[in-house]
């Protein structure tokens, strides 16, 4: 099983510590991701150099909307910063069009990359709060045709639905999404942003989502899962010196 921990590039500094963090928990965390966010400068293919790629394998986030695939740009990216493995998502369109994006399906983005690059690890994403399962599943498979062999999800609250999806996603390379809510104001955000409908028995604190990140765990080492943390503006050391793998 891998673990993947994704650093949102906030600024060089901010990314600097959390990786530092990262390297404290050992060798449990075999993946650092690093997600593409339009409103910060810090580009995540950009943070190439400050990984040690002989001990992680590093996986920047790119946007389709961002890139037309005509220009070739995405594929100098990938070959300047010598990359051999990529997330491609959707993207949203950039707050107040202030930068300029494109009408780039990610399908097509996927197919693209993975003509030009036959060895490159394309992964891509999807949303179990997105809309219905058949839906999403569907949406999977298109994306596996194109050419993603492995696959990133939002984070789950309800194992239940990890089993659903598990059964769906044999033969691919999965990371099952975790990210700790831990106010209540992060939880009405979720609900509202992300559509997450929460199983009854959640409760936004560090006892609930530490107890769940620990089934997650085991249940992705029964099934042949990889793990997917997606920290959020949580104490650190709090919860992840709490889980059982990182307790040392």
């Known amino acids: 099983m891998n673990i993947s921990f994704e650093i949102v590039p906030r600024s060089l500094d901010a990314f600097d510590q ?13 993946v650092i991701n690093v997600p593409d966010i339009q409103h910060f400068d810090t580009r995540s293919w950009q943070l190439a150099s400050r990984v040690d790629r002989s001990r992680y394998r590093f ?18 990216i990938i070959e300047t910063h010598q990359l051999d493995s990529v ?45 219905g399962i058949q839906d999403e599943c569907d949406y999977i498979q298109r994306k596996a045709d194109a050419g993603a062999q492995g696959f990133f999800s939002q984070p ?48 936004p604190d560090y006892d609930w989502n530490v107890a769940f990140a620990n089934h997650v765990i085991q249940t992705a080492m029964q099934q ?15 919860y992840f010196k709490a889980l059982h793998t990182f307790a040392g």
């Open 18 to 30: 959390q990786y530092a963090f990262a390297e404290s928990l050992g060798t449990d965390i075999t």
């Open 59 to 76: 996986i920047p986030h790119f946007r389709a909307i961002d890139f037309k695939i005509e220009s070739g740009e995405l594929f100098r």
């Open 87 to 131: 997330l491609l998502v959707s993207g949203d369109p950039p707050e107040g069009l202030k930068r300029a994006y494109y009408n780039t399906d990610v399908v097509d983005l996927i197919r693209a990359v993975r003509q030009r690059f036959p060895s490159l690890h394309i992964y891509a994403g999807f949303d179990p709060h997105r809309s």
């Open 156 to 203: 789950f609250y309800d194992s239940r639905m990890i089993e659903i999806y598990s059964e769906q996603m044999n033969g691919l390379e999965t990371y099952v999404g975790i990210s700790p809510i831990t106010t209540q104001a992060s939880m009405n955000y979720w609900e509202v942003k992300n559509k997450v409908k929460f199983p009854k028995g959640f409760s």
């Open 224 to 238: 042949g899962l990889n793990v997917y943390f997606m920290p959020i503006r949580i104490d650190l050391e709090r």
